[in-house]
């Protein structure tokens, strides 16, 4: 009788994953997840149900329960090649590519010959920025694989991460040569040619990515995102609104969870006479750049109504100075059941009528660059006895202008560092004559504190008493103290310039947030600092040290003044 059930089971299980890969195949991941979960429950000892199920819950963005499937196919196979692969993609997902290349090399020596596993581990190189050793690594498969578009893909991928997204274009032409329907390299190189600033090139590619369909749900929602960045750095503002509301779906990537009891907004819906909450979204940058709206919505709403801010917590003491109308709050963010999910716990349901996110507004009062307002005295407002404390901390430090600086962000991973100039290229900044420099940076960078006095020979005073990642009003009020503020796009360098703060963002051509204009829309009196190509940052940095030169000129020395006079 157990013998028959037990075929019973198996004979179901097969049954059932037939029709998963069916289901797979039409691209409806939620049933072919369902069925091999059915299939596992059928057959506990079917490694390959398991397997199939951690595929299809990984194409539904399901990490935690992939993760979980995946731990009872190694536990039935433990030697499978195939399987260690697998893992070792999740692993990659989860931004764990030590995980994914100890796998990949467990599995390489199982199957040495494969392509895949040669490709996927040298995407694991290059997420550890082990960037030679993934070039290496490709260069000898492609020697034995020369018609591999997947291996000239991964290829142009390692380059484009170094910062050489010009050099990367070679190999996605050939990948795309060779496979005229991958996906992944036209999606590819769609960044290669946003990066040189070929933005209708690198729109035609995403859409042709789009067009030959993802491989999930979360790719496929990626490739539309990044769509919408495209038609924004562009200048295609208005389209480029509409596209951005993909954020708001559940198969994006990214996608936050809105747990209100109120119905969401709808773009175009009136405002005026309602109580209306407007949550903050996305990073801690985001928010303050999106803040820009917040003055036309709360006209818009009218006295008659209200708007009710919830932003990260360390916004609220400022946020509620700069918008006194409104009722402040902060937002709380947190992880369940393997997704993210934002409210508002201090907030009773019936206080509001409607809620949205506050990118929503950018898509009905933003559509164009005539929409920003164009005064540079900025939308927050910071403590004005603050801005007098720091200014007088400044002058006690002595004469000549103090010049903020942060060089970096506090999350450095392979993929972001090219987004900011080495410290080595910041020579020419910290070189100026009689600047002294205001340490900015968040984090830990004692090291790099020598390396600019050392090294660089700048003038760098870290300020005592100040939490620069967590007192973000002080912050606010500092950097309206300082004679300048110089560094890429952090949230730091957006509140400095969100309060009217003189600041010089150091940025690349194909930055989405400069709406396809020459300066930044959001920050009228913000100087843009920025290359004929991405990741040209040794030309930026020295036309950031001889505009600073010439904004700071070296005061005369007396023999100077002398001869002058004479």
């Known amino acids: 009788m157990t013998r028959d059930l037990s075929q ?233 609104w509409d596209a951005y509301a993909v954020r708001n779906e559940e198969a994006y990537p990214d996608y936050v969870d809105h747990a209100f009891a109120a119905p969401a907004w709808t773009p175009g819906e009136p405002l005026a006479g309602r109580r209306v909450l407007v949550v903050g979204e996305q990073g801690l940058g985001d928010e303050i750049l999106f803040a820009n709206v917040l003055a036309d919505v709360a006209r818009e709403i009218g006295q008659s109504g209200r708007m009710l801010l919830a932003v990260e917590p360390r916004l609220v003491a400022l946020f509620h100075r700069s918008f006194e109308a409104a009722q402040v709050m902060a937002h709380d963010t947190r992880r369940d059941q393997g997704r993210t999910v934002r409210d508002a716990p201090d907030l009773p349901p019936d206080a509001y009528d409607t809620w949205a996110r506050m990118g929503d507004f950018l898509r009905s009062h933003r559509r164009e660059l005539g929409d920003f307002p164009t005064a540079p005295t900025g939308f927050l407002k910071p403590d004005p006895r603050r801005v007098d404390h720091w200014k007088a901390t400044l002058a006690a430090i002595g004469p000549g202008p103090k010049v903020g600086v942060i060089w970096r962000s506090l999350v450095m991973t392979s993929q972001r560092q090219k987004f900011y100039p080495p410290l080595d290229l910041w020579r020419p900044v910290f070189g100026a004559p009689g600047v002294t420099f205001i340490n900015l940076q968040i984090g830990d960078c004692d090291d790099e504190l020598r390396v600019i006095a050392e090294r660089l020979n700048g003038d760098i005073r870290t300020l005592p008493g100040l939490d620069l990642r967590m007192d973000l009003d002080e912050l606010a009020a500092l950097s309206l103290a300082l004679d300048l503020v110089i560094g890429p796009a952090t949230a730091t360098t957006n509140i400095a310039a969100a309060v009217g703060a003189p600041t010089w963002l150091v940025t690349t051509p194909d930055a989405w947030p400069r709406l396809g204009a020459d300066g930044y829309p959001w920050y009228p009196q913000a100087r843009i600092f920025a290359g004929e190509q991405s990741y040209d940052w040794a030309n930026v940095m020295e036309g950031v040290g001889a505009a600073l030169r010439a904004a700071f000129p070296p005061p005369q020395t007396k023999t100077a003044a002398s001869s002058k006079g004479t």
């Open 8 to 240: 019973a089971g198996r004979r179901r299980a097969s049954d059932l994953l037939r029709r998963a890969v069916d289901a797979d195949r039409r691209k409806d991941f939620a049933l072919a997840a369902r069925l091999a979960a059915e299939a596992a429950a059928a057959d506990a000892g079917n490694g390959q149900a398991w397997r199939l199920l951690a595929v299809f819950r990984e194409k539904l963005g399901d990490y935690a329960g992939a993760l979980d499937a995946y731990e009872h196919a190694l536990a039935i196979a433990p030697n499978e090649a195939g399987l260690a692969r697998d893992i070792a993609r999740l692993a990659s997902l989860l931004r764990l590519p030590q995980l994914a290349e100890r796998f990949l090399l467990r599995a390489r020596q199982q199957d040495p010959a494969s392509i895949e596993i040669a490709n996927d581990l040298a995407y694991a190189y290059c997420e550890q920025s082990r960037f030679p050793e993934a070039i290496d690594l490709l260069r000898g498969a492609i020697t034995d694989n020369p018609g591999s578009a997947l291996l000239w893909n991964t290829l142009g991928c390692v380059l484009f991460e170094s910062g050489e997204a010009g050099q990367s274009l070679v190999f996605f032409d050939e990948a795309i040569r060779l496979q005229d329907d991958l996906h992944t390299a036209h999606f590819n190189r769609a960044n290669a040619r946003r990066a040189v600033a070929d933005f209708r090139g690198a729109l035609d590619d995403c859409e042709r990515a789009i067009a030959l369909g993802a491989d999930s749900l979360a790719q496929a929602a990626m490739y539309r995102y990044a769509r919408s960045n495209l038609l924004l750095a562009a200048g295609e503002i208005g389209a480029g």
